[in-house]
């Protein structure tokens, strides 16, 4: 076993219901995000709101893998975290956050929905995985069903640009999926780390080179969205999809992106007191009859299943 892979003991098959409140947690998870992150861009600037959640969150990462004594990726390993923090904290972040100031945040997450259709013609592509009539099938309802399940918004006036760059983000956000399931296995909380730090890097240069203001968080309504997208976002949800992803295929795990529209009317049904429609109820519908034949679809082979001592 070379130096970037870890223990073979770390990498067991984990418990059916492990693997299941991971992707459920994701899924709660990341639908409220959208929420969190439309709040903090009002009262910072949105690329500086996401340096602050990624310095803060490659700063814990760094802390808990080393604490915990998890191995440090290279080879082939770190390649992989390097391009996954690049597309997905460097690329996705800054169009997600810039995107999110003028886009409604429930919009956003029925654009994120496209994830699991990028993803599955990504594999394909690769040859990683099939593209299975029940995969494309999954996508295909679900995404009639958050075209549904917004459908009163999608009448309003959106930005053209915005909804372009956060299309393109989530796009990118597929794609660092991918890349992180190519490459070996390894500790999540390292793949995050290292990927937290590379998007910093790519998010200051990017902040400061729009001149945005960047005033330390002092208010409740400024340091809270930060505090929650990093604690609940980066350090749970993230190391529970690059976790799941060490154990599932790529696309199964990309259709917690189908959830989040869910999840984010829900928020703003108990938040907002925004009334459920009967577009609202038929939507939900859809996407939980699209997850179920997604999830069904990209059930694992038992060809597909990679041994835990991959060499980087």
Known sequence: MSASSP???GYAAPHPAAAWGAWIACSLIW??????ISL???????????????????LLLTLIAGGLGHPFPHGRALR????YGFLQFGVNFPLLYWGEKTFPSGLTAVLFATIPLSTALMTAALRMERLTPLKLAG????LAGVALLFSDQLGGRVGLVPG???LTAASFAAGSGVILKRGPRQSPLWSNAVGATVGLVVCLVVSFAAGEPHPFPVRFAA???VLYLTLAGSVGAFVLFAWLINHWPVTRVSFIGVVNPVVALLLGWLVRDEHLTLASLGGSGL???GVIFGLRGSAPQQSEILPPDRKA
């Open 7 to 9: 223990p073979r003991t």
């Open 31 to 36: 639908g409220s995000t959208f929420l969190f």
């Open 40 to 58: 903090g861009n009002d009262a910072l600037a949105p690329v500086w709101a996401a340096s602050l959640r990624l310095a803060l969150a490659a």
């Open 80 to 83: 992989a975290a390097l391009a």
């Open 139 to 142: 996508a295909g309802v679900a």
């Open 164 to 166: 372009l760059a956060l």
């Open 223 to 225: 340091w809270f969205p």
């Open 287 to 289: 996407v939980l009859v």
